[in-house]
Each structure stands twice: as C-alpha cells, then as structure tokens.
C-alpha cells in the first residue's frame, strides 16, 4: 500500500474460516434432525421442467395415502397448478412459489416444516423446481434424494448434467412407453448413470399408465421407511 | 453456480468481520474456491467489484486460491485427484467432466477436498 496507509493506522491481519456453501449443508442437517426428532421421511424429487415430477408425485399419492399420513410440497416458481393436482388425490399439499429462485433450500424447506404440526405426519414428499442444475447444490435435508428424466429429454442428457446425478440416491427415468418413438435407448441413459454414479439405483417407470411405480415404492418409500439413516450423498 | 448471491454472503460476512475488529478500511479479502464447486472466479470478482461500492471493502483486493479436488474411494480407500475429464471408455463428449469412480475398484467416491468456499482471512486497517 501508499504511504497514505501508514499514516492513518495500522494494518492487521486477521484469520477467519467462514464457508458459505457449508451454510447449506448444516441447514440441511438441521431438518434431518427435526424430521428424525418426529419420525418423518422426506424425499427430495427434482428434474427438468415437465419430466413428470408431478405425475409421480399423483402416483405415489394415490398409492400411499392410505398406509402413511402424507403431504406434499411443491415448489414452483408461480401458480398453485400443482398443488391442486395433487389435492385432488385427497392428500395435503403446501404450495411454495420461489418466484425466480430456481431451486428450493433447507431454509425455505425449515419454515414450511415449523408451520406443521410434524407428529400428524409420516412421509413427506418434496417437488422441487423444475430444473436440472441448481437443485443439486442446495440439499434440504431428505432421506433420499431423486432424479426424474424422462424419454422426451434427449439421449444426452445424463452425460451433459452429470454434477445432479453424481448427488442422486435415485433416478427415475419416466415416460419410457414414449421411448420408441422418440428414438430414446432407455437403457443407453441407465449405463451413462452408472458412469457418472456407479452406487444411483435406476428405475423405469411410466407415470402415464404406472408401469414401475410398485417397484419403486418398494425401493424408495418402503425400504427408506424401514431404514431412514443410510447416508445420502447429498454435500459429500 | 450462483455467483453473485454467493459473493453478496461473502461480501457480507466480510464487513461484519472487519467491523467487530474495529477496522477503518479493508485492504484484502482472501478466499479459498474449489474446484469442484464449479463457481467461475472471475465472475466473483466481478460480482466482488459491483458489491463492494460504497461500503468499507471499496478498493479492496479479493485474493483468490483455488484447490484441486481430490476424492476417496468408499470401498478400497484410493485416494485420487477428480479428474475434469471422462474415461476413455465413456462417451466423449467435450466440455470439463470430473470422474466420479474409483480408478482402482470402480466404486463411488467421495470429494474431500475442492468443494471449499472459504473467506480464510482479511486484510484490515484500523485507526
């Protein structure tokens, strides 16, 4: 520095260690704490805009309203259209509009879940934004966390996203009955997610006609209500 | 990655720091960035040059280190540098691709080191 610098005081140094993508991390541990406090499985469901997320979210619903005391949060950035069609299962549903955040985050997960009364529930089910990139930097502390793509999304997709499946404990890929025509190698995208995480369990669904939901609810809800505590690798 | 909210925290954080330090000025800001956060350092410091106007950091010097990830292996332990790139055996595509799998066993790894997002310390000036 000039001269000037000495003339008006001393120049110290000083050490920090402040992280700021950590500050997510522990939000997100937070709200594994509260959820495991009363009993509560959540599970974070992301993807691209219009790969189904809310599809399988209306066929985990009509299929699991009747054994668990379930709701559903959707998170878009405007209108309630989701969370009417999920409503309209019988199941309750909070809506979250970010407005032109693309991704939902622990706070915002923290301050829906404080509003709810958490003894009165057993699974929670997240919807995320649509979006394929963002969501997978901002863990909200789910006991899984889900991918869904889908047929109609290209052959490249999983190569050129790979950051979102690397977190992923699983990944959906929907609408496979529209494989042939789109001329998708459903099983070309299952290899490329074992490139990019060799331990992701894939599964094939239809959410259109529910071809695969069974298999998945056994795998996702089932065995994660069984056993919530195996480590997801959301913030390794 | 979200540069300019993530700068604003630090930008923050900064002056806070400085402030309950009893400094006039700020001189430096240094920062550890990994890798593997895929944050774009230029696009912080430009985002560091717009939110520091007008505040005590105006002027200030972001020092920026960067770390190289590295990763180990949850099966067998190996310990190795993420490659930005693919296998050779995988699809090849362009554009920088970190490898996610044990070299040695093929297994899941996990990223030790290159996620960090630290301010490490500042530079002030007191009266």
Do not use: W
């Not at chain 2, 430096?28 to 593997?36: A, E, F, K, T, W």
């Amino acid at each position: 520095m000039d001269g000037l610098t000495d003339a008006r005081g001393q120049t110290r140094q000083i050490e920090l260690k402040m992280d700021f993508l950590r500050g997510h991390q522990e939000l997100a541990e937070a709200n594994r704490r509260l959820l495991d406090e009363h009993g509560v499985t959540m599970i974070d469901i992301m993807g691209s805009v219009g790969t189904g997320k809310t599809s399988l979210v209306e066929q985990l619903a009509r299929r699991l309203k009747e054994t668990y005391r379930m709701l559903v949060l959707n998170g878009d950035l405007a209108t309630s259209i989701d969370q009417e069609r999920v409503l309209r299962h019988g199941v309750e549903a909070v809506q979250v509009n970010t407005g032109k955040e693309c991704h939902l985050d622990a706070g915002l997960v923290r301050t829906v879940l404080e509003g709810l009364d958490l003894r009165q529930l057993d699974l929670v089910l997240v919807e995320n934004v649509g979006n394929l990139i963002c969501p997978a930097d901002f863990p909200l502390g789910s006991h899984r966390r889900v991918v869904v793509i889908s047929a109609t999304e290209g052959p490249f997709v999983v190569l050129k996203h790979p950051h979102v499946f690397a977190e992923m404990d699983f990944v959906v890929i929907n609408k496979i009955d529209l494989a042939p025509v789109m001329g998708i190698d459903i099983e070309q995208l299952a290899k490329d997610l074992k490139v990019v995480n060799p331990l992701v369990e894939v599964f094939r669904t239809s959410c259109r006609d529910g071809t695969g939901i069974q298999e998945l609810i056994e795998e996702l809800i089932e065995k994660t209500k069984r056993s919530p505590d195996t480590e997801t690798t959301s913030g390794a | 990655m979200h540069e300019f909210g993530i700068t604003s925290r630090i930008v923050q954080a900064a002056a806070k720091a400085a402030e309950e330090n009893g400094a006039s000025k700020v001189l430096r800001v240094d920062l550890l960035i990994g890798q593997l956060t895929f944050l774009s350092i230029p696009q912080v410091k430009l985002a560091y040059d717009i939110l520091v106007k007008g505040t005590p950091l105006e002027g200030s010097e972001l020092a920026v280190e960067e770390s190289e990830g590295l990763a180990r292996c949850a099966n067998c332990g190996h310990e190795t540098p993420v490659q930005m790139r693919l296998t050779e055996d995988s699809n090849s595509l362009p554009g920088p691709l970190p490898l996610f799998s044990c070299p040695e066993c093929g297994s899941k790894v996990d990223v030790v080191k290159g996620k960090e997002c630290q301010i490490t310390g500042i530079a002030i000036e007191t009266l």
